[in-house]
C-alpha cells in the first residue's frame, strides 16, 4: 500500500478508478472462478481425484492439451513467416490479405466449425482429395487439429506485427555490411528481437485453442478418449447434471493453462534480460 | 434531438409488442422439430379460424430428461411434451403440474405412439436382424445417454425386455445390455443428436432409434443410403403430452394450451402424427397409415418393468442399473 501511495499521480479519481477497475475485474472474472472453486471444493479429495484421473478425463485432457501446443507451434512458425511478408514487402492485395488474417477472430465459431467440418468431410472439397490419399480429416483428431490451427492465425500475426514494424530495417542492413549472411542475419539480429512477441503470441494462440469449443466440436468425432475435447466433456457433465465433475475438471484446466501461461512469461521476461538488441 | 429520441423509443417500443396475441412455449423431447413445425402450423391456422386469434408457438428440444430438469429449474414452459411419463411425473412432483394430468386427457395423455428399430446402413453389410447381433463383436451401436435422453431410456428398456423374454432371468438381461453397452463408441445428449452421429458423421454400424427418427432419416437422407430393420420385439412407447398448470395459470394462456394440445386428438392431429411417421391413435387413421409402420411385436413397460417409477429407480437413477453397467 505504502508503493501506491508513494506514486500516487497528481489527476484526481484514483480512488474511484480503482474502486471501479476492482469491482469490475472481480464480478467478470473473479468471482466466477472463485464460484469454479467452491464448486469444486464440494468433493472430497478422494472425490476429486477419481474424476480428474479417470481415463476419459486424461485423454480429454490430452487431447485438448496436446493438440492445442501442436496448433500453437505451427501457428508460430507460419504466423511468422506472415507478418514477415505482410510488413516487410509491398504487393498488390496486401491490405485485402491482412484484413484476411482477422476473419478467424471475427467469425462466429460455430459458423467456422460447420464450415470447417463441411470443406474437410469426405466429400468435401479439401476432404475429398486428401481422402483419396488416405487421409481421413474430419471427425477425427486431425480436424481438432485443423480446427485449432485454424482459430490460432490471428494471434502469432497481430502480436508480432507491431513489433517487427518498429524494428528498423537499417539494423537488417548494418548487419549485412558487417559481414552477415542472410541465415545470421535472420537468426541472431532479427529473431532474437522478436522472441518476446512470439512467445506471447504461441501463449494466446495456445490458450484460446485449449478452450475452444464452437470451431472443434462440428470437425471433432467427439467419441470418448479418441477425440473428444476437455470442454466438451465438461458440457457433457453438466448436461448428465453432474455439476462437481464438470468443475472438477474444469478446475484442472484453469490451474493446467495459469501454469503454462505462467511459464511463458518468465521466458519472456528472460528473452528480454539476455537477449541482444533490448 | 429530445423529440428524435422520445418518437425513436416510441417505435421501437411499439415494434417490441409481440405480432401474434397469445405465445405458447412447447418445450418437447429431441426428434420433434419436424412434426411439430408441422403441427404448429396446422394449429395456428385452425385456432385463427375458430377464435379469430393469432398463436405463436415457441419450440425447445432436447433430451427428454434434460429438458424436463429446464423446466424443473425454471423455463416458463406453457406445455410439456415430452418421451415419457416420468419426465412429467418429475415435473408435476416439484409442483407445476397437477399430479393427475395423465387422466386428463384420454390414453394416458398419450395421443400417438411410437417404438424402437434399427436403422442400418444400406445393404445392412454388418447383416443386423436382431437384438442378438448388436451385441456381436466389431458392431459399433448408435445409442444416447439414458441419463439425459427419453428415447434413450426406451431403447434401453426393449433391449433388457428383449433378453428378459429370451433368456428368462433378469442377470441373464443385465449382461446381454452391458454387451450392448461396451459396443457404444460414443451416448449423444439425445436421440436427434444419436441420429447425427450415425447418419451425418458416419459413426456407427446400427442406430437403434424411435420408429420415427428412423423414417425421418430415409426421408432426408434418401432410401439409397439407410434402411430399416424391424426387430423381433420391441417396446410401445407412449410419449405424453400435459399443460403445465403453474405457468399457464401465471400467464393466462390456459385455454390456449389445453386447446393445443387436444389439438393432437382431432383427425386433422392424428393425421399430421401418423404423416410424420408417429403411430396415429385413432382407428381409423391407424388403418389408413397402417403399411407405413413396421410390424412389430410390442411389449408395454408395464408388462414388464411394472412402470416408470419402478423402472426409473431401478435403472437410470443413480447408481442404478445402467450406472453400474456403463463406467465411462
Known sequence: MAAIAVRRSVLPGFGLTMGLTLTWLSVIVLIPLAGLFLKTSELSLDQFWVIVSSRRTLNALKISFGLAFLAALVNLVMGTIVVWALVRYRFPGRRLLDAIVDVPFALPTAVAGVALSALFAEKGWLGAPLAALGLKVAFTPIGIFVAMVFIGIPFVVRTVQPVLIELDPEIEEAATSLGANRWQTVTRVILPSLVPALLTGLALAFARAVGEYGSVIFIAGNLPNVSEIAPLLIVIRLSEFRYADATAIAVVMLVAAFLIIFVVNRLQRWAQTRLPMH | ?328
Open chain 2, 1 to 328: 434531438m429530445r423529440r428524435l429520441l422520445l418518437a425513436f423509443a416510441a417505435v421501437v417500443w411499439a415494434g417490441s409488442a409481440s405480432a401474434a396475441d397469445l405465445t405458447l412455449l412447447n418445450v418437447s423431447y429431441d426428434p420433434t422439430r419436424e412434426l411439430y413445425a408441422d403441427f404448429n402450423k396446422a394449429f395456428a391456422s385452425a385456432y385463427q379460424k375458430e377464435t379469430g386469434k393469432s398463436v405463436e408457438i415457441k419450440q425447445s428440444h432436447g433430451g427428454s430428461g434434460a429438458q424436463a430438469r429446464s423446466v424443473i429449474d425454471g423455463l416458463q414452459a406453457d406445455v410439456v411434451t415430452l418421451a415419457l411419463a416420468y419426465d412429467i411425473d418429475a415435473i408435476a412432483a416439484r409442483g407445476l403440474i397437477t399430479p393427475d394430468w395423465q387422466k386428463r386427457m384420454p390414453l394416458n395423455a398419450a395421443p400417438y405412439t411410437s417404438t424402437i428399430v434399427f436403422l442400418v446402413r444400406k445393404g445392412n453389410p454388418k447383416g443386423i436382424k436382431d437384438w442378438d447381433d448388436l451385441i456381436k463383436p466389431g458392431v459399433a451401436v448408435i445409442t444416447p445417454n439414458p441419463k439425459t435422453s427419453g428415447g434413450a431410456r426406451w431403447n434401453y428398456l426393449a433391449a433388457w425386455g428383449y433378453a428378459q423374454k429370451k433368456f428368462g432371468s433378469a442377470d441373464r438381461a443385465k449382461k446381454f445390455v452391458a454387451d450392448l453397452y461396451q459396443n457404444v463408441p460414443v451416448l449423444d445428449t439425445g436421440a436427434r443428436g444419436s441420429t447425427v452421429t450415425f447418419v451425418e458423421r458416419g459413426v456407427g454400424d446400427v442406430l437403434i432409434a424411435w420408429e420415427n427418427e428412423a423414417f425421418l432419416a430415409l426421408r432426408e437422407f434418401g432410401k439409397e443410403k439407410f434402411e430399416i430393420v424391424s426387430p423381433s420385439l420391441s417396446i410401445l412407447a407412449e410419449p405424453p403430452v400435459a399443460v403445465v398448470d403453474k405457468v399457464v395459470e401465471k400467464k393466462g394462456t390456459r385455454a390456449v394450451a389445453e386447446a393445443y394440445l387436444n389439438y393432437w386428438y382431432s383427425k386433422e392431429g392424428q393425421e399430421i402424427a401418423a404423416r410424420n411417421s408417429y403411430r396415429p391413435r385413432d382407428p381409423e387413421i391407424a388403418r389408413e397409415y397402417e403399411n407405413s409402420f413396421a410390424k412389430v411385436e410390442l411389449f408395454t413397460i408395464d408388462d414388464v418393468f411394472g412402470g416408470w417409477t419402478q423402472a426409473q429407480k431401478e435403472h437410470f437413477a443413480e447408481g442404478g442399473i445402467f450406472d453400474q453397467i456403463y463406467k465411462n
